[in-house]
């Protein structure tokens, strides 16, 4: 009995490791970005029922796991607020260090608004640097504006 | 007499409203991106001695003021753990909901490591669409790999 | 000198309580919902050229407080995350009882994605009960969905 | 044997998600709104003996999970103090954004005292809108006057 | 120029330590409880104008903070979520061992509901005691039902 | 094999609601009052062997069970700090906005010291009110003095 | 014009270091026990009349100052739940390490109850020791029962 | 298979309970303190093979059980930053009342440096006393000097 | 069916334990040095497949555990943000103490930037000293200069 | 007048920056480490006289600043609990992810104890390299033992 879709998250894990799959090789078999594949296996976003029986064939999964990979999740990847993986803790340093200045330039250009994490893509590729490679990541959220009413 | 950073920028934001000062001409008058630029204005960065007197110049500020911007600052420019203005929040939920994400897709490229947030550039563009303009963001972080010894 | 938008808000709430002044009035002297208005004058919204002059007659302010009116504010209106003020700690109440509830419901009838709270409206008003009159609140959002990629 | 109502909730979880049942049917079945079943459903209100019997049976629960239907129980549906899910974040930023001001227009037009949480009702539903369909959501609770003694 | 009540309560207290005044006094004064007045000296509770001009005068205060006495506070007298003073600890240990029997006891009493901290009165007296007298607190809320709808 | 109070607790809860057991007949069953009773069911306080004799048999426990039930327990029965449940934070709520006053009132009464949480009672009954009975508590609490030495 | 007893605190301090003054000497002055003296001056207890006017013309303290000494202080002298300093870092580790020691050792001597920490007195003194000088303190505090009622 | 010593902590506990051991006994049978035993069977310190053997015949462990007794542990024994049972709250406010007055008198009398929470014993008896029977705790630690270099 | 690092964490800990082996022993099987092979097996290093092999055989794991230790771990080994092991407490200590010296003299020597979390090694070493053994430890991590752009 | 160790830290602070002091001559001039001179300069070691009175000379000080400097200070130099700014965060990543390491091989080559935070003293010197020169910190800590009793 699943209650949660964390439960299918550690299941999809669990078998990753065990069997040496890779999230370009989800990927692929779904047609999606590598991106949003990836997120939506870790229990992030939300599969149809074609992409769920695909995830759960490449992964061995449960017809019910299957059906709670079509349920909207709970989201939120991070244990605890400030994260402590330190990976992604450089991405939160980010947000601490540049944090201000990203909004001063986005309502320098765009006016009072935000730009949106729903509306959003993401595009992640490594950059050959003879000083040492580089991960690049492209970031294209919509700017949705405040309006007086 | 001051005796932190954080008045010096203090200065500066009023000094920019009062002025009606854009921090893309500040850019301009340092030769060096809006990026980098808005973020030392901000307190996060160093200024050399050319350019703060370019910036003392721009904003109006004392020797005192600009001997204060070329002194390494106490980084970081969020009041609390979890921000709570909208723009900047959402950044924090894109860490929060893609960490994870992030996190399995540069070690699955580049195995275990980071990507620096210290060598490290930001580009933030508009980029027009029919269906409501984006905010394009590029981030180029060099990857620093743990090495076993 | 002013170097942020909260010492304005401060100027405006202790004109207010001087001079008596309504909400309502000051809504109806800029010709916008009083909800938008007072969230404006509370330091959650931008307000352009023509209302912050209107504002700043209102409440008797300075040109350099009426420049600060129309640069976008770092928003939030809490202390603390958790807010100890009994009227606004019911609406946070709201949020931790219903928020799962509404959450499976927007889901339901909209499948994977947000109401928007920037595309967003809302109207509070007095409704006669026998009973004891009551709040009527009207909230209003856009959907988001998310897509994948 | 289950030693508190959040077991059931998981029942309830995991049923629905296996046997593919909505919310609005749930409602419909014990002939109350989608808002208020949903959140006794997901633990935050306490039904009546003949309204958990049906609830028992929509599931498939035993005897004892329909006893636990009928405790009150320890109420909250967020696991952390700043939630963490974007649907649900967008409604807690709303009243960090407009707590204030929801706090001075209720004042303004009502004195001193809260809007009830407990003699409340909630009604969301679906207003299309060429833009992009809305979700609306209609508050209503009581006004409760503090009272000097 | 003031800014917001703490302030005023600030002056109160002041006034109070340096002319020596007593709760109970200003109790009499405006003629309601001693738990009320003090409660609203201290910046909990708003003033009618009758009862702010007995209160700015007793205290001594500017027409300015008078204002200010009317205006509805925002409210909670406690400087951190766990209380570290002593003698309001206790209070808080108080709700923390019997938090879950008083609900117990409510609803076995009265269903799914609350007890009003709104519509609510609280009686403090000194019960003499042959072996060290006693803090007797009488407090009285109104039962509120959650109803189903 | 029991290793913690809190197990019994759950064993007691569990066999409360399976059996329809209420409070009041367990208070009855041991002779002494709902209040103290509930409490220490909940795990707050320590029976004696007879007392852990009656309850036992009153919610059918093991051996190991009623042993448990006379050692002293790891105190405390919130979650959280800040309390979610609604009943619940209508008494944190009471100690944050009444906190200061309590405290001014015990010390213009008393002088420095604190009221009681150990050498304490507590009462709670149901007030008739034909404008909606209310929730009567009587707190009794030795006052504790400082002394100098 | 004082509105706390924290900026007494804070002339004490500042006279203290300006002219030298012992701890011991001051508890000397008003013939009380250094512990408790020091307390007293750090705003953790209340004196009286008479001690106050001493530690007045010790510190050299206007009337107000003297006023406000003898008001009950709102307590506790730590800035942060868990404190930074080394020194009182190294009681709260004895809390934390050997707090579950401490509490089993109070029940099996005495039963279900309390150390006082308000009927309690503290004894600090130098212990010469050839591997280096001890501290020693000795702490007493009254057993407090819990009640059944 | 055990992983860390809190399960053997919870062992002994079960035990202790199930066959009514008193900690004084498990003290007398290894021939230490029951300060230091208690605290090293409540998993804060460890045995050396001897004495683990003597408790695990006490409280009838097996030898992988044994084997984790003599494995240095994770220290510390409360659940939260400020702890919530009444008993070692009442240490922790201790702390915190008197926190820096214990710094000022240790400073006072030898300088800058601690008192070793290591180089430390504690003696806990009770005191007869006509009043009310009293708690003596007696601490005793090293001082430890910074030095500079 | 392994779903996550930490439970191959606990396998370690509990066989080393178990068979009484050493960390220097399974650096020396590794050929690696203490430190980073102590961190590795303590789940905040990746294994490559030859040193995972070695590692399963020293501590009898699983095929499916051997591959979990080539997976890059989420690292952070601290429980609570603030650690309570007097042991680890110590360091926290030190970067709290010591934290703005470091960055001060870093600053001064390299100009701004950082001293590398991940191009860094650790060596520690016993001390001998006649006043008692020293613990040594040499740090070393890259300096990483911030680039203007 | 001054009345606290901070407020003398800020005159250190701006005094620097006014006059362009390093630390190493600030070391030089008292003939200490240039590690432990900072400390002591930013508020966590305490200055003999003769040391005070140069670094007045050199800050430029007051006599009551002086003063101050020969005061132990309240020690910790962190604003918040995890450190926001990169270069300190670095270190307490460390701890973070070597936190578990150092504990278990100072216990495998010591026993059960702490390296001293106390007596202790750091060596920070630049490493020249090839590949980018390194910041090389040396950290000496008697190890003291837990003693049973």
Same mark, same amino acid.
């Given at each position: 009995m699943i209650s949660n879709r964390d439960e299918v998250t550690r299941m999809i894990l669990s078998a990753k490791v065990a069997k040496g799959i890779k999230w370009t090789d989800v990927a692929a078999a779904i047609g999606l970005s590598k991106e949003w594949t990836t997120a939506a296996c870790l229990g992030q976003m939300t599969f149809n029922k074609a992409q769920a029986e695909i995830i759960g064939e490449v992964f061995g999964l449960s017809d019910e796991a299957m059906a709670w990979l $079509? /349920?909207?999740p709970s989201k939120g990847s991070l244990p605890t607020a400030v994260p402590t993986d330190p990976l992604i803790y450089r991405w939160y340093e980010l947000v601490n260090v540049y944090g201000s200045t990203i909004k001063e330039l986005i309502h320098e250009e765009f006016g009072d608004g935000i730009m949106s994490a729903i509306d959003f893509s993401m595009d992640l590729q490594r $950059? #050959? !640097? #003879? =000083? @040492? !490679?580089? /991960? =690049? /990541?492209?970031? *294209? @959220? +919509?700017?949705? #504006? &405040? +309006? *007086? &009413?």
């Open positions: $079509q /349920v909207t $950059q #050959p !640097d #003879p =000083n @040492g !490679d580089r /991960v =690049n /990541v492209v970031l *294209s @959220g +919509k700017f949705l #504006p &405040y +309006k *007086s &009413y």
